[in-house]
Structures are given as C-alpha cells and as structure tokens.
C-alpha cells in the first residue's frame, strides 16, 4: 500500500484522469475477475426472485447477489449486521476499489479525496420494515429504524466514513445514469484541482416489492417467468422490459501524475464524457435519441477522439422497446454507418440485469476487464435482432480482437451519460 501525497503546486494545465481500482458486486460475482469469466463465457445472471414471495407480482425475476447477507470478512460483523443491503454492497465494492488501487489515507491526505457515489432507489427493505412497524402502531421501534437507515445518502457516507476520507462525499440522483455521473464528477473534481483522488460509482438494491411494484406499474420490467435466464434480452425482437439487478460498482480515479508518482497500475484514462437531458413539450422527462447521440458526441469531444477511433460503444441497453431504439438511433446518429460495420456495441444488460444507477460503473468494469484482456464481450438472448436498432451486438460471444478505445453509455428517463476510455498503450505520451 503506498500513501497519497498531493503534488505541492497543482499544473496549471487540467490534469490528466486515470483508473487506478475497481471493486464490484453483482449477481455474477464479487470481483471484477469473476463477473469477467462469466461475462466470456456468455453466463446469465438472473434468476427466479428468492427474497421474498412474489407470486403476485406480473415479473417474478431479477439478478439477485448470491449470499448477501453473508458478512464480508474484511469488516467487524457487528459493523456489518448494522448496514443495510445496498450500503453493504457500496462498502463491499469500494473497500475492493480501494485495496486494487493500493491507496493509503493519512492525516495528510486525506482531505484531498473525495467519494461520489449515485443510487436510483433508496433503501427500501429498511424503510418496509419501518412501515410495517408504524402499521402495528409500535411508533417507538419504527422511529428507531427509520431514524437509522431512512438515508438516502446512505452509500457515499458510509464509504467515506470507513475509509476516513475528509475530502468531499457526494450522493447523486441521476436515474440509470447516475453511475456515470458520479464517475465524471468524481474525475471533474480532480481536474478542477480539488482533490487528487476519489472513488466513484454506484450502488442499488432495489430487489424489494416496493421497487417491483413501481416499475410494473410503468410496464418497463420482463415478464419472461418461465424462462428467467432467457429474460434479459435487450436489441431482440422479442424484448418486454428489463429485470432488476443489484449490487455496486466502484473505481478509483486519480491525477495521472499521482498515479505515476506512486507507481500505480494504471487501467485505463478517463478522457473524455458528455451529459445531456432529454425533456419534452410536455414537462415531462422523455427519451430522446438526439440527445442521447449529442451525449455521445460531447464525449467524443472532451477527449480529442474521433468516431473511428472508437472500438466498442457498451450500450445501456435496458431492454425495453423504445428505450432501445432510441439509443441505437442516437448511436447511429454519430457513427454513422460503422454502428454496423465497425464497431461492437454489446449489451452487458442481458448478462447482468439493469442495476440502475449502478449499471454505468458496472459496465465501465467490464470494459476495463475487456481492456485488460483484449476480447470484445457479447451479448446473450439475442436470437432475432430488432431491425430497428441495427446495430453490432457480438451476439456471437467474446471475441478476441484489438481494443484500445471504448465508450461507456447510460440513459434513464431523459438522462444521458457517456465516459470514453483509453487502453494504456493508447494513451497519449504528452502530459
């Protein structure tokens, strides 16, 4: 482990942002070496829902963590046991971050980091249990859990909190691109010369009947029950929604000269992102290609890239109807005829299930695994394309092929985030 030391006098030019960690948790595993092997080898991560019972409910599948509520034995149990599911899943996946990078806080240092975290949905289990408590008319044990865990900003904290950072703890609400605006504020941050480091991503676990509910009661979740593997299957002309996943997706982000200083393991540069919003006539939020394409083009922007450049773009890819046109709309509008011809566009989604505000970060560790092992990821479930998105899915598996630079998309309900990343032998050499 080596220890932070800020540079005395920050350049004057913007500093470079690099990732240095990532830690994660989701239904196909607790490493980023684990969701990898099931991501190359093209294995589902949904399931019937085991939680609780919900025969009521139209859709009966979701991407559930196995063993969640078993403790993570880096943490005191009792530490632990105090946590709700989703702080579990932040503190699990941003402690891995954190010991990837090799960091080391210090009474020094500690002030010039900084932790940004996004969820869609706040803690939900603990919250029931609070009303259910209310209901029985035992006010005294319901102001005591709703006192203790009715925290929306609950992950960030908690994180910051463990790790003893002093620097800036930010909770962001950004529906599904969340994530991704954590990770380009979290990068902002450094660039701006307000810290040297953070760790940033998302974390969500909106398995609970609270969340079903709501998002049955939009028409956006898959009702494929029978066939729960085979549920998730975003771009595909049999498509009927998405199904919830859970589970966080933390990296950690530092000045390139820091990460060079310290002799850090670099994954990847963050050079590039773009964040716009789609809004309608109406007042409403709407999903909108051309803003979700002028998204994509701001990234390409910021990081000095062109659309060739560009190897694979990992689409959000929900799976519902219009969202993915939309999107592979908005792609095309950018890359033009190499949306089919030149360039991967895998949905991750029909893998993993959509973890909302944590799908962004989680696809962005797929990716830098991806980086690291030069093989495009696939997607599953693609049986009959959608004529409308054409685009190139790798629906034939993993690939081995040259990846240099990708790009990481996110949508949700008029928000839109895109990141670009770089290999490290694709970085540029000036400073």
Request: overall charge negative; proline content about 5%; charged content about 25%.
């Amino acid at each position: 482990m080596t220890s932070i030391v800020p540079p005395d006098d920050l350049p004057q030019d913007r500093p470079r942002v690099v990732v240095t960690g990532m830690g994660v948790v989701c239904s196909l595993g607790a490493s980023p070496a684990d969701i990898w092997d099931a991501v190359a080898a093209g294995r589902s991560g949904v399931g019937p829902i085991t939680r609780f019972d919900a025969s009521a409910f139209a859709s009966r599948v979701a991407a559930e963590v196995p063993d969640a509520d078993v403790p993570d034995d880096r943490l005191d149990e009792r530490y632990w046991r105090d946590l709700d599911r989703r702080s579990r899943f932040a503190v699990s996946a941003g402690l891995s971050a954190f010991q990837d990078a090799g960091i080391m806080l210090t009474a020094e240092n500690r002030n010039r980091f900084a932790v940004v975290m996004a969820s869609e949905r706040p803690e939900e289990e603990r919250l029931l249990e609070g009303a259910r408590q209310l209901e029985a008319s035992d006010v005294e044990s319901a102001a005591a859990t709703l006192a203790h865990h009715a925290r929306p900003h609950a992950p960030a904290e908690r994180i910051g909190a463990l790790l003893g950072v002093t620097g800036p703890v930010l909770q962001v609400e950004n529906r599904s691109a969340g994530g991704l605006a954590a990770i380009i504020e979290a990068a902002e941050m450094i660039r701006r010369g307000d810290v040297v480091a953070a760790l940033a991503g998302g974390a969500e676990a909106p398995i609970t009947p609270i969340s079903l509910a709501a998002f049955q009661g939009t028409g956006a979740l898959s009702e494929r029950n029978d066939d729960p593997a085979a549920a998730s299957r975003p771009l595909d002309r049999a498509r009927d929604g998405f199904v919830l996943g859970e589970g966080a997706a933390v990296l950690v982000l530092e000045s390139l000269e820091l990460a060079r200083a310290r002799g850090a393991t670099i994954l990847a540069e963050l050079e590039g992102y773009g964040m716009t919003f789609s809004a309608s006539r109406g007042g409403h939020p709407a999903t909108d290609s051309a803003e979700i394409g002028a998204a994509l083009q701001r990234c390409l922007g910021t990081s000095g890239r062109i659309q060739a450049e560009i190897d694979v773009v990992a689409l959000h890819a929900a799976g519902t109807v219009d969202g993915d046109i939309a999107e592979a709309t908005g792609v095309r509008r950018i890359f033009g005829s190499s949306a089919r011809h030149h360039l991967y566009t895998p949905a991750l989604k029909s893998l993993t299930g959509h973890l909302l505000g944590a799908s962004g970060p989680l696809s962005t560790v797929i990716m830098l695994s991806a980086l690291k092992a030069q093989r495009i990821p696939g997607s599953i479930n693609l049986d009959d394309e959608d004529e409308e998105c054409d685009l190139d899915a790798n629906a034939s598996g993993t690939r081995d092929d040259n990846l240099r630079v990708v790009i990481v998309n996110a949508t949700g309900w008029g928000h839109n985030a895109a990141i670009l990343l770089a290999h490290p032998d694709a970085m540029s050499t000036e400073d």
